[in-house]
């Protein structure tokens, strides 16, 4: 299978391979098909570059005269912006046993409610040690008894589920 990371997407200038192709100008308006040349040449007059943005067939590509140096700032800044806007959640996690007592599992509680007020997501993680792990249902309950301390503010994306010695059961705060 072929690497893409390294392919070109961008083609410029002589980079271009159709023999004929269609301009869009700087101010929208349509000229062409002309010769690869000719399109060179009027770009070149300008002083700017000749982008290829498609094809409009196999031998008509479709290319815009601009400032590729320009062009590639503008994505460069474009990208930057949209990234600072990103929200990037987290996965936190609280580990639980089966026989933690009341008062543990209200200051668990509470660190879970800070998390989910943060935004982020929340494994909760009940792990059963030696022999607990025949008696199940006792490890469900006591997530259950732990997600009704937090119900008001967090949803179960993903309901409890045994993974080897861990019932992991996933939340997310509520929309609002």
Known sequence: ????RNAKTEFVNREIRAKQ?????ED????????????LKMAEELGLDLLQVGMQDNTTAIAKILDFGKFKYEQK??????????VKVENKEIRLTVGIGDHDMDT????????LEAGD???????????EIA?????????????????????????????????????VPKKG
């Open 108 to 115: 668990k509680a509470r660190k879970a409610r800070e998390f």
């Open 77 to 86: 800044r474009k990208q930057r912006e949209n990234k600072k806007h990103q």
């Open 1 to 4: 299978m072929a690497d893409n």
């Open 135 to 171: 008696y199940q249902q006792f490890g469900l309950e006591t997530l259950n008894k732990f997600y009704t301390k937090i119900e008001d503010i967090a949803k179960v994306e993903k309901e409890a589920k045994l993974n080897t010695r861990f019932l992991d059961m996933y939340v």
């Open 28 to 39: 929208g308006s349509k000229e062409g098909p002309l010769n690869k040349f000719e399109a």
């Open 121 to 131: 997501r929340v494994k909760i993680s009940l792990k059963f040690k030696g022999r």
């Open 21 to 25: 192709i269609l301009i869009i100008k």
